[in-house]
């Protein structure tokens, strides 16, 4: 017998109460466990169809989890299942202190108080805030409260997380933390979906890339996705560096037709190429290559500043 989706939507409209269209017949799947990437451009209704989720907002067509469709679940249900993490913490965070916050979700479901507190503290640890659980949102930094808000989220244990731009606007440390908790969300198996402008980490993370434009413009692997230039440019999207900068080694005789699209690629493609070569790499300028490297210039130009 087939498993359910954790998510499927079919033909899901949506218009924000202005009349402006935000969403025109998106259908997607989302199998249990796996990590998906929601890529577009600004206004793509990427936000409008993560609410569409946990049933903040409510368009024509399906939205099902677990084969339910989320209109007959009950809110009570909605809340343990789906968690939302919001790009604004402060739409988020509006308790006196993080441990109210973090504890506001537990409460509502009635737990004991040692169950709260535990969840709490675990939640806390999981994006390495453990100790803020007396201080104030207000006083705490940007990145602090994108990683509270989160844990928020992960005190209610869900099974679905959807995250909207964990990373935007983060210092590095606070990015870094933030894509650790995720890592560890995927290997617990967790169900997670997240809009995102960041593609640095997409490609080690995400299972699937769709690609929303008001409607549903591609789908596949991020090598399928994040390699398809004009199809980046369409979305106002760019490859990731790393794999702009192995263009540029290609350029001068590296060869390089698999691109690596992260940091953890790049390193395993560099020593595969050094174990075959003997301990060397070797490029050359060729008489085409400085026109090779104007026309990388002319395609990834925004590397190039």
């Not at 099902?64 to 343990?80: H, W």
């Not at 104030?136 to 099974?159: C, H, I, N, Q, Y």
């Not at 702009?244 to 595969?272: N, Q, W």
Request: aromatic fraction near 4%.
């Amino acid at each position: 017998m087939a498993t359910e989706p954790a998510i499927s939507i079919k033909g899901l409209c949506y218009s924000y109460p202005g009349g402006g269209l935000a969403l025109k017949d998106v259908s997607l799947e989302i199998q249990k466990g796996e990590l998906i990437a929601l890529l577009g451009p600004n206004g793509a209704g990427k936000s409008s169809l993560l609410l569409h989720l946990n049933g903040v907002l409510k368009g024509a067509g399906s939205v099902k989890i677990s084969g339910k469709e989320v209109a007959k679940i009950k809110r009570s249900e909605l809340i343990r299942t789906v968690g939302v993490v919001f790009q604004d913490p402060d739409d988020q965070l509006f308790m006196p202190t993080i441990f109210e916050d973090v504890a506001y979700g537990p409460l509502n479901m009635g737990l004991s108080e040692d169950a709260i507190k535990g969840r709490v503290e675990t939640a806390l640890k999981k994006v390495n805030l453990s100790g803020f659980e007396d201080r104030s949102p207000m006083r705490m930094s940007f990145g602090e409260k994108k990683k509270a808000s989160l844990a928020t989220v992960l005190s209610m244990e869900p099974d679905i997380i959807v995250l909207d731009e964990p990373t935007a606007n983060l210092d590095p440390k606070s990015r870094n933390d933030i894509i650790q908790a995720i890592r560890d969300l995927k290997q617990q198996g967790k169900t997670i979906i997240i809009a995102t402008h960041d593609l640095e980490f997409v490609p080690a993370l995400a299972d699937r890339i769709y690609v929303l434009d008001r409607t549903i413009i591609a789908s596949g692997t991020p090598k399928e996705i994040l390699l398809d230039t004009e199809l980046l440019k369409r979305a106002n999207l760019e490859i990731p560096g790393i794999a702009v900068l192995f263009e540029i080694l290609r350029c001068f005789g590296y060869d390089a037709k698999d691109l690596p699209l992260s940091m953890g690629e790049a390193v395993t493609h560099l020593t595969k190429t050094m174990e075959t070569g003997g301990g060397h790499m070797h490029m050359h300028v060729h008489e085409h290559t400085h026109e090779d490297i104007k026309d990388l210039r002319k395609k990834h130009e925004r590397h190039f500043i």
